[in-house]
């Protein structure tokens, strides 16, 4: 099992940047391929980015295509989103998840472990 925690989080201007980390404790993240979450208030949790085990392939979500960057450290047992040109519409608590198959996918009930969020509040 792996215990996953984000941080980076925060209030920023529209136009501005944040970082995203998720460290992971219990098991090596070399071992999962990761994903970024995020919920809007009143909406569905949708699926933002996502890369595999060695950090080779990535896929994203077409609204934040050309904005945000997944990578991952394992060696640092962390996964990071870079998130620039933030827009209001970015607005949400965004999650990391894990996931045991060696298939990364969109969908979200195909992660096996998620941490607890953290907010991301774009204003204007």
């Known amino acids: 099992q792996v215990q996953l925690e984000e941080s980076g989080g925060g209030s920023v201007q529209a136009g501005g940047s944040l970082r995203l980390s998720c460290a992971a404790a219990?098991?090596?993240?070399?071992?999962?391929?990761m994903g970024w979450f995020r919920q809007a208030p009143g909406k569905e949790r949708e699926f933002v980015a996502t890369i595999n085990r060695n950090g080779g392939s990535t896929f994203y979500t077409d609204s934040v295509k050309g904005r945000f960057t997944i990578s991952r450290d394992n060696a640092k047992n962390t996964v990071y989103l870079q998130m620039n040109s933030l827009k209001l519409e970015d607005t949400a608590v965004y999650y990391c998840?894990?996931?045991?198959?060696?298939?990364?996918?969109?969908?979200?009930?195909?992660?096996?472990?998620w941490g607890q969020g953290t907010q991301v509040t774009v204003s204007s």
């Open positions: 998840a894990a996931e045991r198959s060696p298939i990364a996918t969109v969908v979200a009930g195909a992660y096996d472990y």
């Open positions: 219990g098991r090596t993240l070399s071992t999962y391929v």
